[in-house]
């Protein structure tokens, strides 16, 4: 599975990478930083499972 992380905070993604890092169901974890990352990671992805932040720095093109 490929997960998504899509938060501004960096403490926060990188507490949710550790925990996902033991998951053996995730093979390829990736991050963005505001909605524009967001959107092209999701792009890039096929089937990404996502956390996302919603008041994500220039969220306003969500």
């Given at each position: 599975?490929?997960?998504?992380?899509?938060?501004?905070?960096?403490s926060t993604r990188a507490a949710l990478r550790a925990?996902?890092?033991?998951?053996?169901?995730?093979?390829?974890?990736?991050?963005?930083?505001d909605a524009q990352g967001?959107?092209?990671a999701l792009s890039d992805a096929p089937?990404?499972?996502s956390y996302t932040h919603l008041t994500l720095p220039t969220s306003d093109l969500v």
């Open positions: 599975m490929h997960v998504l992380i899509a938060e501004a905070r960096p925990l996902l890092e033991h998951d053996p169901h995730c093979h390829r974890i990736s991050e963005a930083t967001t959107l092209a089937d990404p499972v």
